[in-house]
């Protein structure tokens, strides 16, 4: 460091300057800064009002809430791009029983939200004592508040970027919500009706005939988790079995019950999801990426893996290799091996080294055994691959030859013949 001028410390002093820190530096000139007129430094603001004023709720506060408690979270139908109007859905999750409800909504607006609370309120079949919500500013405004607090219901939040602290509700997600509509674009009136109409079916589907696990109990001992569940059941069973539901709400569930029909109730849903597909289909832009319903019904079981994948799995595929990178060590002596194969099936790899190392003394190590197993793999697999093609190749209701005569088919001479083991095998019509 340079010192410029006239002024000249003392080396101990000129220690002690250089080792205060910056923030000592800035606590003593703060008052030249003040009196030269330089202003204070703007602090960020706090979070808003509405968000203060409404207490955190995590995943481990719940302790077993009575009936009526709720997670509540939107799942957007944006479909590839976020850009426009799109259709939304409200889920709402009871903690107790996991009694899910599901309606859409047009445009995200929280005097909306109200509405459709109040909709889905009036169909459940016991009164909303609380409701949990994430950060998101459709929740957590005035308006909604003014209507937990004018209704007597209790408004909790989760922490910001904590999905675990929903983790009902996100299970519902993707269990019932996904499943049912997948990844589609919704937008329009159109797609709001036909989405009312399948939640009005799946709701009851869900509700009373499919069954879920609960957990329990979970328990950390280092590394390991152990979780234990109770039976699968289905939230009517979990309401009825409740000592805390009222006897009016088992009676209304019971009666219920007794007359839905799950076939009807299974076809009412894929009426309903034919509809909208139509309708998403219609409304896209480029025809040529339309899928059809086949392809969407089949895909019901999987769409969770193919909506949001991690990064960990946008991998490009591994390539496999098929070519031989070093000889052959059984070049000479496999069609002896195969000999012994054919004429005893039951002899594993080991076995077959063992008769070549005690014919060929010192040839073929203990090392080559994965080798000989591998390629012995291929071989049965090929032979068998050939019995199959030879019995469906034949035309009209003759079958291919058993006993000593299928040896002559072209299928299994070409598929027998002595190819090296990972080498691609070729297709025989």
């Known amino acids: 460091m340079e010192w410029h001028g006239r002024l000249e410390l003392d080396p101990v002093v000129r220690t002690g300057v250089l080792a205060v820190s910056a923030a000592t530096i800035d606590r003593a000139l703060a008052p030249c800064r003040e009196a030269s007129g330089a202003g204070r430094r703007r602090r960020s603001a706090g979070l808003p009002s509405v968000r203060r004023e409404i207490p955190v709720r995590t995943f481990a506060d719940w302790q077993d809430p009575a009936v009526g408690f709720v997670e509540a979270d939107l799942v957007v139908h944006s479909g590839p791009s976020t850009r426009g109007s799109y259709v939304q859905t409200l889920v709402l999750t009871d903690i107790a029983s996991g009694w899910t409800e599901c309606a859409p909504l047009l445009v995200r607006e929280q005097h909306l939200l109200t509405e459709v609370l109040n909709k889905l309120t009036a169909e459940m079949p016991f009164a909303l ?36 602290d929903q983790a009902h509700v996100e299970q519902k997600n993707g269990a019932v919500v996904r499943r049912l509509v997948v990844y589609r674009r919704l937008e329009g009136l159109a797609a709001v009706r036909e989405l009312t109409r399948l939640y009005a079916a799946a709701r009851l589907f869900v509700n009373f005939f499919q069954p879920s696990l609960k957990l329990i109990e979970k328990c950390r001992d280092g590394a390991l988790v152990r979780k234990r569940y109770d039976a699968p059941a289905t939230p009517c069973q979990r309401l009825l079995t409740d000592p805390r539901t009222a006897e009016p709400v088992r009676s209304k569930l019971i009666a219920l019950q007794a007359r839905l029909d799950p076939v009807a109730l299974l076809h009412e849903i894929r009426h309903r999801q034919r509809r909208l597909v139509a309708i998403a289909d219609k409304a896209r832009t480029d025809e040529g990426d339309a899928q059809p319903l086949e392809t969407f019904l089949a895909a019901l079981k999987t769409a969770w893996a193919n909506g949001t994948p991690r990064p960990t799995e946008q991998r490009p595929p591994s390539k496999v290799r098929w070519w031989r990178s070093r000889k ?7 069609p002896e091996v195969r000999l012994w194969a054919e004429e005893e099936p039951e002899l594993t790899g080991r076995q077959l080294l063992q008769r070549l190392q005690a014919r060929y003394p010192g040839a073929y190590p203990d090392g080559q055994l994965r080798t000989l197993q591998r390629r012995l793999t291929g071989w049965r697999s090929n032979m068998a691959r050939a019995l199959v093609l030879g019995a469906s190749s034949k035309s009209g209701t003759e079958r291919a030859p058993a006993g000593p005569d299928i040896q002559e088919d072209p299928i299994v001479l070409a598929a027998v013949k002595d190819e090296p083991f990972g080498w691609p095998q070729r297709c025989h019509p």
């Open 129 to 164: 004592l609380g409701i949990d919500t994430d950060n998101d500013t459709v929740f957590i405004n005035e308006t909604v508040k003014v209507y937990c607090k004018a209704r007597g219901i209790e408004f909790t939040r989760c922490r910001p970027y904590r999905k675990n």
């Open 328 to 334: 052959d060590p059984f070049e000479s002596t496999w």
